[in-house]
């Protein structure tokens, strides 16, 4: 498997995976039937959930840019030293952004987003310049 494909699938796992821990502090806040309904006017999450709530909405929008940019790489033979690179980039700019905004580690987040924003522009830079 390339790395660019190899990446792309740790991502999407990675991404699979982070509602579990806003979704286990929901059943804790909230209880478990109300957590599995529709409750009325439930009571706020823990803060730290909230934040990664955002993040894995984050992590969602922006798969499908990393992923649409590798399928095309691979599709048009495009890969390189330069787009394996940028999908290992992606990987942990990925782990470190939703790490940075549980945690409100300030700089970090916006750092790794950045980060995981070059490495897509790596991406499309290598694509586009075919």
Do not use: C
Not at 91 to 112: E, K, Q
């Amino acid at each position: 498997m390339k790395t660019e494909l190899l990446y792309l699938v740790l991502v999407t796992a990675l991404t699979g995976l982070l509602w579990v821990p806003y979704i286990l502090d929901r059943v804790v806040v909230w209880g478990l039937i109300p957590a599995v309904g529709y409750p009325t006017n439930p009571p706020p999450q823990s803060a730290w959930a909230e934040r990664l709530k955002k993040a894995h909405g984050n992590a969602v929008e922006n798969l499908v840019v990393f992923a649409a940019l590798v399928l095309a790489a691979q599709d048009l033979d495009v890969g390189s030293d330069a787009t394996a690179m940028a999908a290992i980039v992606y990987f942990w700019a990925r782990v470190v952004h939703p790490i940075a905004y549980t945690f409100a580690i300030p700089w970090v987040r916006t750092l790794a987003f950045t980060a995981g924003f070059l490495a897509q522009a790596t991406f499309a830079w290598q694509i586009l310049a075919r």
